[in-house]
C-alpha cells in the first residue's frame, strides 16, 4: 500500500556501538522476563508458559525502549497504553510490568493465589499496567481504536499498541476493527501479532487459515511488517518504523517460537497449555540461562 513517512520523523541515525550496547540491554531485560515467568510458572505448576518465552523479546523491546509511560504512575494521562487482548498472556505481562518496574518483582510469587493482584486471566480492575481485561478474544483491536480516537480527539500524543495472538484473527471482531482504524486513519495505534502457529485448538494453519496474514493487514488499509519476533534488532527496526508511520495504522506481524530460549519446552507436544513436572523448573531455568549466555555473542 501507499505510505507517508515524514523523515523529520525518522529516528536519528544511531552508530553500532550504541545499537549493540540497546540490543544488549534488551536482550538482558527479556531474559529477565522470561526468567519471571518461569518462577511465576512454578507457583502453579502448568500455564501459557510457552507464549511467555515466545513474547518475551517483543515484551522487553515495548516495555524498555517503545512505550512511553511513568512507572510509578501507572495511570499517567500521556502514557502510551499497552492493551493485551489475550487475558492468558497475563503471565507474560507481569514479568514484563516487573522488569518495567510497575510490578515489584517480589509480588509475581502472588500469581494466581487468592488475594492476588496478579489472577491468571489479565484483568484491568486487578492490576496496575494492565490497560484492558482480555480473556474474551477479539475486543483489544476495538478497544484499541475506540482509546485511539479519544486521545487523537484529545491532541494527546499518546500511542496505543494492541498485542494479539495469530488465535484472534479467526475473530469477526478483530477485522471490523482493523477496518474501522484504517478508516479513521489512526496512525497512532501498532497492533502486534504474535504468530506463534498455534492456538488452544491445535497448529493455527489447521484450525482457520490465515496466511498470508501481511496481505491481508496490508489489503485492509495498514502499514504492515513482518518480523522475526525473537529477534531484538529486528524488532527495534519495526518498532521504530511503525512509531514514525503517518497515515495509517501500523502492524508488526511478529513471528514467534514457542518455549523460546527453554529446549525442553521449544518441543514439548501439548505447548498451549503446558504442565510442567516439579523436577523440571530448574532444568528449565538451566537451559534458559545457557540459551542467554550464547545469545550474547551474537548479534541481529
Ligand atoms: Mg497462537
Given at each position: 500500500?501507499?505510505?507517508?513517512?515524514?523523515?523529520?520523523?525518522?529516528?536519528?541515525?544511531?552508530n553500532s556501538t550504541d545499537r549493540a550496547q540497546r540490543i544488549n540491554a534488551l536482550r538482558e531485560s527479556a531474559y529477565r522476563i522470561r526468567r519471571h515467568a518461569l518462577d511465576m510458572g512454578e507457583v502453579q505448576g502448568q500455564g501459557y508458559i510457552g507464549q511467555a518465552l515466545g513474547v518475551?523479546?517483543?515484551?522487553?523491546?515495548?516495555?524498555?525502549?517503545?512505550?512511553?509511560?511513568?512507572?510509578?504512575?501507572?495511570?499517567?494521562?500521556e502514557r502510551d497504553r499497552f492493551l493485551l487482548s489475550i487475558g492468558h498472556y497475563a503471565i507474560a505481562l507481569y514479568a514484563a510490568l516487573a522488569e518495567a518496574g510497575i510490578l515489584n518483582v517480589e509480588e509475581l510469587a502472588t500469581y494466581g493465589s487468592d488475594d492476588s493482584r496478579l489472577p491468571m486471566s489479565g484483568m484491568?480492575?486487578?492490576?496496575?499496567?494492565?490497560?484492558?481485561?482480555?480473556?474474551?478474544?477479539?475486543?483489544?483491536?476495538?478497544?484499541?481504536?475506540?482509546?485511539?480516537?479519544?486521545?487523537?480527539?484529545q491532541g494527546s500524543s499518546a500511542r496505543v499498541y494492541n498485542l494479539l495472538s495469530d488465535g484472534e484473527l479467526d475473530e469477526g471482531s478483530t477485522w471490523e476493527a482493523a477496518l474501522a482504524c484504517?478508516?479513521?486513519?489512526?496512525?497512532?495505534v501498532t497492533t502486534i501479532v504474535d504468530v506463534n502457529a498455534l492456538q488452544a485448538d491445535g497448529p493455527t494453519a489447521g484450525v482457520l487459515r490465515t496466511?498470508?496474514?501481511t496481505d491481508k493487514w496490508e489489503a485492509f488499509g495498514w502499514h504492515a511488517?513482518?518480523?522475526?519476533?525473537?529477534?531484538?534488532?529486528?524488532l527495534l527496526t519495526a518498532f521504530d518504523a511503525a512509531r514514525v508511520h503517518r497515515g495509517s495504522p501500523s502492524v508488526l506481524v511478529c513471528d514467534t517460537q514457542i518455549?523460546?530460549?527453554?529446549?525442553?519446552?521449544?518441543?514439548?507436544?501439548?505447548?498451549?497449555?503446558?504442565?510442567?513436572?516439579?523436577h523440571e523448573w530448574q532444568v528449565a531455568r538451566d537451559q534458559l540461562a545457557h540459551h542467554h549466555r550464547n545469545r550474547k555473542g551474537s548479534d541481529a
Open positions: 500500500m501507499s505510505s507517508s513517512i515524514d523523515s523529520t520523523l525518522t529516528p536519528a541515525v544511531e518475551a523479546d517483543i515484551l522487553a523491546v515495548a516495555y524498555k525502549d517503545v512505550l512511553n509511560y511513568r512507572a510509578d504512575e501507572p495511570g499517567w494521562a484491568a480492575s486487578y492490576t496496575p499496567g494492565m490497560e484492558i481485561s482480555g480473556g474474551s478474544l477479539g475486543h483489544g483491536l476495538g478497544v484499541a481504536a475506540g482509546m485511539a480516537l479519544g486521545l487523537r480527539h484504517a478508516h479513521h486513519g489512526l496512525d497512532n496466511e498470508p496474514v511488517i513482518r518480523v522475526d519476533g525473537n529477534d531484538i534488532g529486528a518455549g523460546r530460549g527453554v529446549p525442553l519446552l521449544e518441543t514439548r507436544e501439548k505447548a498451549h497449555f503446558m504442565r510442567v513436572e516439579e
